[in-house]
């Protein structure tokens, strides 16, 4: 019984071991592979490619010191055509959205009861004419019979009042006679300014009254064309003070245009509006090619001044961060480093820096994402044409 004890302790003492030795063997080659690996791992850091990305080179150039906004083309004057005399249509002279000029004729009515009205008012006159001279006559012989005493002067006083009163019927005469020439001359409608008709609203035929509530027609001058805008309270002081130095140039596009049209203000509202924290502006527009027309909206850029020295960066490279706009800049090891920027203004694609860089400098302008501080970088120059077009005006 004692030797069965000690052979089974044996046995169980050599499989122990024997669990042992298997078990440091594992331990061993795991610890060979995580060398390995490791090994690989650290080499792969060390040898890591360079972060590919675009930049630019920081200019100093001319760039102008604008006021961006969206304003609404008006007729440069509006006029809307209305009779003052009542009778009846009988031509029209245009076709509507004729271009026409001051004093052409658009409009006539029936000259016929207004030809009449003016006859019967001269032959009045004519009248009142005869009457006033026969009266002078009775005058001058009253008068001389009171001189020889033949006649009372009573009379000859009633004779002469006759005459005043006779003479002053013919003056109320001649002024119905200029009235009647006046009114037969609005039987002919004419054109008060040059510009482009509207809608007709009144056909030949019709009976058309005096001072009647809807007009004939209505004319809008297009040529020249006002372009009224608001711009914010704050940029008052610097139109005022660049407008004191001339007339400020101003230009005009409809959202699909790319070429704009060219102005100079003409009118500042005399108040700010409280309610939108805004002061109204307009500026007239030659617009000889028609390319601006009433009620559109358009994109308005107001040129204050140039500034010569500028320093400047595309867009694109300008991020937000926590602490503030901020660019990457390349060092001369081909390295990135986080440089805070304080920006002036931008203007479409290129923003204007004021301070943060210096000319000559490079920037990155795309590959953010995969940039921090530290490793190399595989730089490419942007496209001359991405980093300088610009967009149209700000909708």
Request: charged content about 15%.
């Amino acid at each position: 019984m004692h030797i069965g004890g000690g052979l089974a302790g044996a046995v169980c003492l050599a499989a122990a071991l024997a669990a042992a030795g298997c078990a440091g063997e594992a331990g061993g080659d795991a610890s060979a592979r995580g060398g390995g690996d490791g090994g690989r791992g650290g080499g792969g850091r060390a040898g890591s490619a360079p972060v590919p990305v675009t930049v630019a080179t920081v200019e100093q150039k001319s760039m102008p010191l604008e006021i961006r906004v969206i304003g609404s083309a008006e007729a440069y004057s509006t006029v809307a055509i209305r009779s003052q005399t009542t009778g009846q249509l009988i031509a029209v002279n245009f076709s509507e959205g004729d271009e026409v000029q001051q004093g052409q004729v658009l409009f006539q009515l029936d000259r016929r009861p207004l030809e009449a009205a003016l006859q019967q008012a001269q032959a009045n006159l004519d009248r009142e004419l005869a009457n006033a001279k026969n009266a002078e006559v009775q005058a001058t012989r009253f008068a001389q019979l009171v001189e020889r005493g033949i006649a009372p002067r009573e009379q000859a006083e009633t004779a002469r009042t006759a005459v005043s009163a006779l003479n002053a019927t013919v003056e109320a005469d001649r002024a119905a006679v200029e009235n009647a020439k006046v009114q037969l001359q609005y039987a002919t409608i004419t054109a008060p300014i040059a510009g482009r008709t509207g809608a007709l609203l009144v056909n030949a035929g019709n009976l058309v009254r005096a001072n009647d509530t809807a007009p004939l027609v209505t004319i809008n001058q297009v040529a020249p064309v006002s372009v009224s805008f608001a711009i914010p309270e704050s940029r008052l002081a610097d139109l005022n003070r660049y407008q004191a130095r001339g007339s400020l140039q101003v230009t005009a596009a409809p959202p699909n245009e790319d070429v704009p049209s060219t102005g100079r203000i003409a009118f500042v509202d005399n108040a700010v509006d409280q309610n939108t924290g805004t002061i109204r502006i307009k500026a007239t527009f030659p617009n000889t090619d028609r390319r601006l027309w009433p009620g559109q909206y358009v994109n308005v850029v107001v040129t204050l001044t140039t500034d010569p020295g500028a320093i400047v960066v595309p867009s694109v490279a300008v991020q937000a961060g926590p602490q503030g706009p901020y660019v990457f800049k390349v060092t001369a090891e081909q390295t990135v480093e986080m440089q805070p920027v304080t920006v002036a203004r931008t203007r479409g694609a290129e923003t204007v820096i004021a301070s943060g860089v210096q000319p000559g400098e490079t920037v990155v302008t795309d590959g953010h994402l995969r940039l921090v501080p530290g490793p190399r970088i595989n730089p490419k120059a942007q496209p001359a044409q991405a980093a300088g077009s610009e967009p149209p005006a700000a909708q």
